[in-house]
């Protein structure tokens, strides 16, 4: 492993004395603030959009492959001045990163489990091509971005702060190639609840495999914009047949793999007779979540039911609804924790889904558990002190 570089860096090109440039991190010491002078008004977080209001500064880190990382800066949020030729613009060379902080109980701001963050984004790094950073300086300039913004933490246990790191190629080439530029940033959104209500909202899913999210040997466990910018198209045809998701199937077996933007969970007796919490694995098509790990972790904890990181086909779950087998079945991500499924259409049938009519109990348990640590109303070294 190189100095300044927490990853074998390998497809993103960290090699040894060629890549001395790209494996010299930038260091949270070095950081600069020079924040806003003036200041917008603070929103009422019960009426936000997700993603449409942004706070007064941003952390922004330039990398070359001359210089390598400059210096950090903490300034005020403004808009970024990019080559009509970069990279990023004409061939996706960039990635980005979703998390949140969050106001406790005790008036505490908590990071969730930042560090799983810090280490997708690496990898989305070297598959991207992009250079290697230190992930613990990364968080640790993250820190004291959100320290600067604290105010702008929802004072509100139904909100959040979401932190949204972006990392571009600004190589300014047609080139298709290794970008020699890159620009590092980090803005920040506060969020109001996903569920307008305050409730539960069940969501209705689209399954047709003529559309594909990812494939094998491709990008899908990365966090790259292409994978999502060539799914809105997916997603609007999903909205004009009435549903508000689209249901990712792969593979001539119509295997389920993710649901919208999220990771899929099914709680359902299995082919066996026993209770089981199932989530398709980690073959490389399925974004290793934070919230999914999570949530397998505190189910494996528990040791109440079996828990599986396995294939689960369209057939599977059609036969176990015949047979009365399926309990609950939802999704998993950081906008929204967890979101109940209640309905699929799939091959021109809609498929019920009992989720609500079981509780969700589990669904519920599980977002009762990681909300209960995100606010502070419960002890876990899964939540980093911001401040």
């Given at each position: 492993m190189i100095k300044g570089c927490q990853?074998?860096?390998?497809a993103g090109g960290c090699l040894g004395e060629t890549a001395k440039h790209m494996t010299e991190s930038f260091k949270a010491s070095d950081l600069i603030i020079t924040p806003a002078t003036t200041f917008k008004e603070k929103p009422d977080p019960s009426g936000l959009v997700f993603g449409t209001v942004f706070t007064d500064n941003m952390l922004i880190i330039e990398w070359s492959l001359a210089s390598g990382w400059e210096k950090p800066y903490i300034k005020p949020l403004e808009n970024l001045s990019l080559h009509p030729a970069s990279s990023s613009l004409h061939y996706a060379v960039?990635?980005?990163?979703?998390m949140k902080a969050y106001r406790g109980v005790d008036g505490k701001i908590r990071l969730f489990r930042p560090a799983l963050n810090m280490d997708r984004m690496a990898r989305s790094a070297r598959r991207a091509t992009l250079p290697c950073f230190d992930q613990n300086e990364l968080?640790?300039?993250?820190?004291?971005?959100?320290?600067?913004?604290?105010?702008?933490?929802p004072h509100s246990t139904s909100a959040s702060l979401y932190i949204r790191p972006t990392l571009i190629g600004t190589e300014p080439s047609l080139g298709v190639k290794k970008p020699t530029k890159a620009l590092l940033y980090v803005i920040l959104s506060p969020v109001g609840p996903y569920f307008a209500s305050g409730s539960f909202n069940p969501i209705s899913l689209w399954a047709d495999p003529k559309y594909v999210r990812a494939w094998k040997g491709g990008t899908g466990d990365c966090k790259l914009g292409g994978n999502y910018g060539s799914s809105i198209?997916?997603?609007q045809e999903a909205l004009e047949l009435g549903c508000q998701q689209v249901l990712?199937?792969?593979?001539?077996?119509?295997?389920?793999?993710e649901v919208g933007t999220m990771n899929l969970f099914l709680y359902w007796i299995n082919e066996d007779g026993e209770d089981e919490l199932a989530t398709p694995p980690l073959d490389g098509i399925i974004l290793p979540g934070v919230t999914r790990q999570s949530i397998l972790d505190l189910a494996r904890n528990w040791g109440e039911f079996k828990v599986s990181e396995r294939y689960i086909t369209m057939s599977d779950l059609t036969t176990a609804l015949e047979e009365n087998r399926v309990k609950e079945m939802f999704g998993a991500g950081t906008a929204c924790v967890v979101c109940p499924i209640s309905k699929i259409l799939y091959k021109g049938k809609h498929l019920h889904i009992p989720t609500m009519e079981n509780g969700p109990q589990l669904t519920t348990r599980f977002l009762n558990k990681l909300s209960d640590i995100q606010y502070g109303r419960e002890d876990s070294d899964w939540a980093v002190l911001v401040s």
């Open positions: 990853n074998e860096c390998t960039e990635l980005f990163e979703g968080l640790e300039c993250i820190r004291k971005l959100v320290e600067v913004e604290k105010e702008w933490v198209y997916a997603q990712w199937l792969y593979g001539e077996d119509h295997q389920i793999t």
